[in-house]
């Protein structure tokens, strides 16, 4: 809970990867990848409950061996590789509300796949929600490449330019960019109920440093966090 405001985590976790066959539950640094979100989420001061979604037995049966609550099975219809994650929380959240009854306020998703975030990552997002006064809070890092300097796209007649059009001489002198590292996501519940989205008129971004912000897509990313990982 934070400033009376209760707070529920969501971890996503279905059993198909194409880029990485079974890698939420891959071996990392001596603990399947997901126990390592779940275990984040649970050393959080301001998180009360950890949640895993999954439609995977597997998934669910090592998620509750290390803390998480396993309270439903997902569809399998919201387990497909086209399936929105909001949708994937939105399920969550009726049957929260709906089966068990249960009141909150802020939800926060987790992905397994960036296992490389502190606590202070989680609880720093949520506390940005609400003394910014913000619609949700989502994660970043700042970007190598810079669409004001070096970042060009191939326009209809075959010649490249800048993406975004300006008189920068340097790449310090541009505005800052950042990309989505896809770690951390934190609502106010009904505004995502309501809004079904990311982009809103009050988000705010939390930033964090590269070396947190590795995103396991493939076994490259998955050898590059384990050694960040090992070395930190």
Same mark, same amino acid.
């Given at each position: 809970?934070?400033?009376?405001?209760?707070?529920?985590?969501?971890?996503?976790?279905?059993?198909?990867?194409?880029?990485?066959?079974?890698?939420?539950?891959?071996?990392?640094?001596?603990?399947?990848?997901?126990?390592?979100?779940?275990?984040?989420?649970?050393?959080?001061?301001?998180?009360?409950?950890?949640?895993?979604?999954?439609?995977?037995? /597997?998934?669910?049966?090592?998620?509750?061996?290390?803390?998480?609550?396993?309270?439903?099975?997902?569809?399998? !219809?919201?387990?497909?590789?086209?399936?929105?994650?909001?949708?994937?929380?939105?399920?969550?959240?009726?049957?929260?509300?709906?089966?068990?009854?249960?009141?909150?306020?802020?939800?926060?998703?987790?992905?397994?796949?960036?296992?490389?975030?502190?606590? /202070?990552?989680?609880?720093?997002?949520?506390?940005?929600?609400?003394? !910014?006064?913000?619609?949700?809070?989502?994660? #970043?890092? !700042?970007?190598?490449?810079?669409?004001?300097?070096?970042?060009?796209?191939?326009?209809?007649?075959?010649?490249?330019?800048? #993406?975004?059009?300006?008189?920068?001489?340097?790449?310090?002198?541009?505005?800052?960019?950042?990309?989505?590292?896809?770690?951390?996501?934190?609502?106010?519940?009904?505004?995502?109920? /309501?809004?079904?989205?990311?982009?809103?008129?009050?988000?705010?971004?939390?930033?964090?440093?590269?070396?947190?912000?590795?995103?396991?897509?493939?076994?490259?990313?998955?050898?590059?966090? /384990?050694?960040?990982?090992?070395?930190?």
């Amino acid at each position: 809970m934070y400033k009376d405001q209760v707070v529920v985590c969501v971890i996503p976790a279905r059993g198909g990867s194409k880029g990485l066959p079974g890698k939420n539950i891959k071996m990392f640094c001596g603990k399947p990848l997901i126990a390592h979100t779940i275990e984040q989420a649970r050393q959080s001061k301001y998180i009360d409950r950890v949640i895993v979604s999954t439609e995977a037995e /597997e998934i669910a049966k090592i998620s509750l061996e290390h803390g998480a609550e396993v309270p439903f099975i997902r569809p399998m !219809e919201l387990a497909e590789n086209n399936v929105a994650t909001i949708d994937v929380l939105l399920h969550a959240i009726n049957w929260v509300e709906n089966r068990d009854q249960y009141l909150f306020d802020i939800l926060v998703l987790l992905h397994v796949t960036t296992p490389l975030r502190s606590v /202070e990552d989680i609880d720093n997002s949520i506390a940005c929600l609400v003394d !910014e006064k913000a619609d949700n809070v989502f994660s #970043v890092t !700042e970007s190598h490449r810079n669409p004001y300097f070096n970042m060009v796209e191939e326009g209809s007649d075959g010649f490249v330019r800048l #993406v975004k059009e300006g008189c920068f001489s340097t790449r310090q002198a541009a505005p800052k960019v950042y990309d989505m590292n896809a770690s951390i996501y934190v609502w106010w519940k009904n505004v995502l109920k /309501e809004g079904k989205k990311i982009f809103l008129k009050k988000t705010k971004a939390y930033v964090m440093p590269k070396e947190r912000s590795i995103d396991i897509d493939d076994d490259l990313d998955f050898k590059i966090a /384990e050694f960040l990982r090992m070395n930190s």
